[in-house]
């Protein structure tokens, strides 16, 4: 993208700069051969944390930090069997002591942060993983008074999601989940056909999945979310459609669509998936138009909502682009303005088994040791990522604001976007297009500072 930077030397009459055909058409090419390249969840991704010189005091960063309301997250690492595609951080294993442990240690790192972070209220309460559902009732509950007790969460103005899988759920665990005025609640179910389930290492009998949406139903929390994933082994565009029809017979109020991701560390390798012709484009097309039909509004490329959903709880303000995530238990990311940390990352049983072991034994949990701190250009791009790769998009004037430059002085190659018909300029703001969202991902990758690509592929994921 260096060559093209260095070419600009002209703007249109909105500010962004005209490229030649050839560099629209090579550009182009490139964003749509590998739609499926890297999928942003984060910026930088956590690849790209390392072991800081040295440890960071949590008091001092979280002092400074200018976020008007904070996001709390804690992390369950654990789930019952690992998915064939997942390269979280998590470890199969369901013995109730070693939960039981892990949540000990988590109110001992709540206890130190709180002091920390308790000048600013929280906006937003998530519990994932992993499976949070998978722990004891006791241990769910537990989770809630920690955060109202110890983090000073108030139910009554922050919004709550939690993240369930349909074997895990029981009417004790969603009384609990009711009782703490939970707002969302997240199930992952992938496929409703048995064998596509399998082929992911997921076996997953139908019939367990609808008694879950069943009782689901019964306690109709303002938001039920389901995630799905399309390009799964054996799986048709009808059989996709055929699952995503299942979820919306159960009229769900928000709908994640994932396209299937395999690494060389998932189970599922990218080499399993050779002979299969690769349909996820035709499923997201073909999901998007069913979605729309249905009413419901497309608000990224994985992201699909009815407009009404929501809450009546009086929730308070909370901007994704100003940071401010707290992030308790192992594995979980924490975000202020230029700092990010988290646990070391691993996926393997081993390397998973040794963080979390750690984790547990800590006594002192006040400084990060490993992350990574953002440059100012780094911010940048995090604050542009974070905005066009959602429906609502990026307002420019918002960027000029904030950093006192111009978005077009710094990054001239958007203009592609706008060229390309991927985004549009209107108004001064910059909005994929619904063709553009469908290119998140390449687009994500092809924006990564090469600072970031180069540290992410030096690590070794053990
Ligand atoms: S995809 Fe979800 S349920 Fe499956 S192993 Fe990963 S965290 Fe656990």
């Known amino acids: 993208m260096t060559s093209i930077r260095q070419s600009l030397h002209h703007t249109n009459q909105d500010g962004h700069p005209p490229f ?7 550009w182009t ?3 749509t051969a590998h739609p499926y390249r890297n999928y942003l969840y984060s910026y930088p991704h956590k690849t790209a944390y390392r072991e800081f010189a040295s440890p960071l005091p949590l008091e001092e960063l979280w002092r400074d930090e200018p976020a008007e309301s904070l996001f709390l997250y804690m992390h369950i690492p654990f789930c019952g069997a690992r998915c064939g595609f997942c390269n979280l951080f998590t470890l199969p294993d369901k013995r109730a002591n070693v939960h039981a442990e892990y949540v000990d240690a988590l109110e001992r790192q709540a206890r130190q942060w709180a002091a920390f972070t308790r000048h600013k209220p929280y906006a937003r309460f998530a519990i994932g ?5 998978l722990l004891a ?3 769910l509950n537990r989770l809630f008074s920690i955060a109202t007790d110890i983090m000073g969460v108030d139910l009554g103005t922050t919004s709550i999601s939690v993240e369930t899988s349909p074997e895990t759920l029981t009417e004790e665990k969603l009384t609990i ?4 005025t939970v707002d969302r609640v997240s199930m992952g179910i992938q496929s409703f056909v048995a064998a596509e389930s399998a082929a992911i290492y997921r076996p997953q009998d139908p019939e367990v ?4 949406l069943e009782l689901l139903g019964q306690f109709d929390f303002p938001i039920l979310n389901l995630d799905l994933i399309y390009g799964l082994p054996g799986q048709t565009v009808d059989s996709w459609l055929y699952s995503l029809n299942q979820a919306l017979l159960h009229e769900p109020e928000e709908i994640f669509l994932y396209p299937l991701y395999t690494r060389e560390h998932t189970i599922v390798k990218p080499g399993d998936l050779v002979n299969q012709l690769d349909i996820r ?5 073909a999901a998007r138009a069913v979605l729309a039909e249905r009413g419901y509004r497309q608000y990224s490329m994985r992201r699909f909502a009815k407009e009404d959903a929501g809450t009546g709880k009086d929730i308070l303000d909370y901007s994704c682009q100003e ?3 707290v992030g308790l238990g192992c594995g979980a990311r924490s975000y202020t303005r230029n700092v990010h940390y988290a646990s070391r990352y691993g996926v393997s049983r081993k390397a998973t088994e040794s963080i979390i072991a750690d984790y547990v034994a800590a006594e002192h949990y006040n400084t990060a040791d490993y992350g990574i701190v953002l440059s100012l250009d780094e911010q940048k791009r995090r604050f542009i990522l974070k905005a066009i790769l959602h429906s609502e998009g990026l307002t420019i004037a918002d960027y000029n604001q904030r950093f006192g430059t111009k978005l077009w002085e710094d990054h001239p190659e958007l203009g592609l976007l706008v060229q390309s018909g991927f985004a549009t300029d209107d108004e001064g703001i910059l909005r994929l297009t619904p063709d553009g969202l469908g290119y998140s991902d390449s687009i994500g990758d092809w924006f990564i500072s090469g600072e970031i690509r180069e540290q992410m592929q030096e690590f070794i994921l053990p």
Request: glycine residues 12%; negative net charge.
């Open 129 to 133: 993983g992993g499976t949070p559902s």
């Open 137 to 139: 009732p006791a241990q």
């Open 281 to 285: 484009h035709e499923c997201y097309e």
């Open 29 to 31: 090419e490139q964003i």
């Open 177 to 180: 989940l009711k009782d703490h």
């Open 20 to 26: 030649s055909a050839g560099e629209l058409q090579q």
């Open 323 to 325: 940071e401010g995530m």
């Open 209 to 212: 999945v609808y008694r879950a």
